[in-house]
């Protein structure tokens, strides 16, 4: 036999045992009954990319549904349903003011994944560039979601929610309920890092963006380097230029002490996604910040609005209620949903995820799942001693 053609067979080989041996391991994990309510509204494509690290994680760890069944990304959740967009079909799952408190009783937590939704530009155009905002389709918190907020919270019931809670289209009544039920305050601003602003090599970079910013400058627009776009709810765009007003590109999430032995987080990791800048009430707990280095001509355009390069990205509530808010978009991920069934495929795969800082996989691997792993084992603990 030609020797290459042996070793190949051996390494064929080796790669189906270990894959073999890989998924029988996850295959033999306890499986974990936990009834997780989960709210998409933001679904423009078939990927569901909004909650896909979380629908990753509960297959991963084997947690399952009262039926006794996998977690389907596609069908487990509450929001935006894309049918066909050829066709422009779609579907939504809202609920009822009348199912909230039976809604509360029978699911275990709930997860608010992403609520700002879909809109006219997103679901029936290609390009999605031009605008911002147009007629919105489908999205927003609205009261049934607060109110079901609400009883979860009354029910000592873990919540997990994340950026993109307050801003539009939630309108300010609804934004203000949720603010004060869980000691929480939005600035108004959000944010995301980009590898370039330069509107000519980036073809891709957001031009509403773009737009928005010449409009209120000059009709001017002259930055080329990585950055940082800060969006106010009033549209206000303020740019971070590496090199003019920060001296490191990326964002990033510095985790206290305590988290990382909690969590067994890293103390710093990147995160290049989208984050908001919310406050938090002495009664929360800040796990973790942001953090932008910016230099002197940077921090003079942060005080300039009233804004600090310091602010919170995990805030945490426990004891009277169960409660954590995420301030940056950390269940989006493109990750491959049939991995999760590969047992130690996670521990591998987080080793070779470090050196690529502009990518979400560094802050999926070695911030999103051992942090959600924790947090979901230790509240999954709590419900076998309630029964």
Do not use: C
């Amino acid at each position: 036999m030609n020797k290459k053609l042996l070793i190949l067979i051996i390494i064929v080989g080796i790669v189906i045992i270990v894959l073999s041996g890989s998924w029988l391991t996850w295959f033999l994990k306890a499986e974990k009954p936990l009834n997780v309510y989960i709210l998409d509204k933001t679904v423009p494509v078939m990927e569901r990319t909004e909650h896909k690290s979380l629908s990753w994680l509960l297959n991963h760890e084997k947690y399952i549904k009262p039926d006794g069944n996998l977690y389907d990304i596609k069908k487990d959740y509450y929001g935006f349903f894309p049918i066909n967009s050829k066709s422009q079909e779609f579907d939504f799952r809202s609920i009822r003011i009348h199912e909230i408190e039976n809604i509360a009783e029978e699911y275990d937590m709930l997860y608010y994944a992403d609520t700002y939704g879909v809109y006219y530009n997103e679901w029936y155009k290609s390009d999605t560039r031009d605008v911002k905002h147009t007629q919105k389709v489908y999205g927003g918190l609205n009261q049934n979601d607060y109110l079901l907020l609400k009883e979860m919270k009354e029910l000592k019931k873990l919540i997990i929610t994340e950026f993109n809670l307050f801003n539009a289209p939630t309108n300010g009544l609804i934004r203000e309920k949720v603010e004060n039920l869980f000691g929480l305050s939005w600035s108004g601003w959000t944010g995301k890092y980009f590898s370039s602003l330069d509107t000519v090599s980036n073809y891709s970079f957001p031009k509403w963006i773009v737009n928005l910013y010449m409009e209120q400058n000059n009709n001017e627009w002259h930055f080329t380097n990585a950055g940082i776009v800060l969006v106010h709810k009033f549209g206000t765009i303020a740019i971070l230029e590496y090199g003019t007003h920060l001296t490191e590109e990326i964002p990033l999430i510095i985790t206290k002490q305590d988290a990382m032995n909690r969590y067994g987080l890293p103390e710093i990791v990147h995160y290049p996604q989208w984050f908001d800048i919310t406050f938090s009430s002495d009664n929360n707990n800040v796990l973790a910040n942001f953090k932008i280095h910016v230099n002197s001509s940077g921090d003079s355009i942060l005080r300039n609005y009233n804004l600090k390069p310091v602010f919170p990205a995990v805030i945490e509530h426990t004891g009277d209620y169960n409660f954590y808010y995420f301030g940056g978009d950390f269940a989006e991920n493109t990750i491959n949903s049939k991995t999760a069934f590969f047992e130690p495929y996670h521990n591998i795969i987080s080793v070779f995820n470090g050196s690529n800082n502009q990518s979400t996989n560094e802050f999926f691997w070695q911030f999103y799942v051992p942090m959600m792993t924790k947090i979901l084992d230790d509240y999954y603990v709590t419900l076998d001693k309630r029964e």
